[in-house]
């Protein structure tokens, strides 16, 4: 059969319409009979449209070359896992088909936009990536700390995620749901949640050299013009972790951990429900083993971090809880203490608030203004205002009890069956005491 162009074609089908039979068209266009009608009957079924050639195998959609079976798992987990992206799907389809072959990422783009399953993304310019700061070079140097913000899930209550994340590495170090429901009288994490957060952390990947983290109260004192350090910021002091702030107003300064935020969300929670806190729990826990072992990232050469950076798997300074005790250094406290200097104003009756501690002074010292400093070698505070002599006080509730908090007190105790945990704060001390070696 002759070779036609779509004008020849064109022409076909307009003598056609005309009343021109078959055999009167090819006449004219110097075409066999059998050219004339094919592409009339074409023309006449379809339309001028239907007269175009069309190359190759016949289109069979995204995906079309792959099993049926690999299109409907994708479909179901798209469904039950609406957060889930492309490069997520091939990694859990790489898990599950282990060595068969699997549609790249850019395929299963492709047949998501096909079946409208993609969701709508703003256009934006990303920040340059300034990479890890001065001194951090290697992993566990520094990790960064924040928490979500709390939201209400189904049969588990309102929680707050708290993520923690090596900067060098880009390891998910945890992800804990922090329960803030019923008799909690804050919506946000305290300074005993982020220790339990922070010595299960510890306790799997070792203590890091510093801890960025933003002016959270819990963090530091942001009602003073001049802060005394928190609790928190103590403890990790004895423990000879440096705490790091962000600049006011700068979340980028802890750019991986707020960028988790949005991981942990659609990784995990988005589109899921959970029967229980411990359901939950245990998602969060074995997500983070994907995240970590299995996710490529693109920082990192589109390599998961712990293959990019197989030595995050060695602690740079061991720890378990049941040495903490011993691990404490108050003398860095002391240093640390040593090198402040607190305005204070004193109160109608001559008292003074330091870190949450009212140290009374005397009744001349009422209104007046005070300036608060430490001394290493007694360690007392001193307190100096004009036209009163000196006062020295002890500096109160900095013992390494009191920096430990509810879990000085399973350093001391005999063995004995754990109440029921009815309340969060009881589940917390349950679990704290758990973390010890031997315990069940």
Known sequence: MTATSLQVRLMILELAQSGCSDRQTAARLHLSPFTARKWRRKGQGGGPSALGSVLGRPTQGALGSFAPEVVAQLRQWRQEHPGWGPLTLRTELERRYGECPVPSTASITRWLRQEGLTRRYERHQPLPDSGPPPGASACHEEWEMDARGYERIPAVGVVALIAVNDVVSRAKIACYPCELGAGRASRHPTTEDY?????????????????????????????SKSPFPTRLHLWLLALRVALTFGRFGRPTDQAITERSHQTWDRQVLRGQTFASREALMQALTERRHVLNER???????????????????????????EWEVNLLDMGAVYRYLAHGRWFRKASNVGAVSLGGTVYPLAHGWRRAEVIVTFDPEDQQLLFDTAGQENIRLPLRHLSPQDLMGDFAACHHLAPFQLALPVSWQEWRANFTSCLACGTT
């Open 195 to 223: 220790q339990l957060v922070l010595r299960l952390a510890f306790a799997e990947w070792g203590l890091p050299d510093r801890l960025a983290v933003d002016h959270d109260s819990v963090f530091y004192d942001n009602r």
């Open 295 to 321: 996710l490529p990232c693109a920082p990192l050469g589109a390599l998961p971090p712990l293959v990019a950076h197989p030595e995050a798997r060695t602690p740079r300074r061991p720890y378990r809880p």
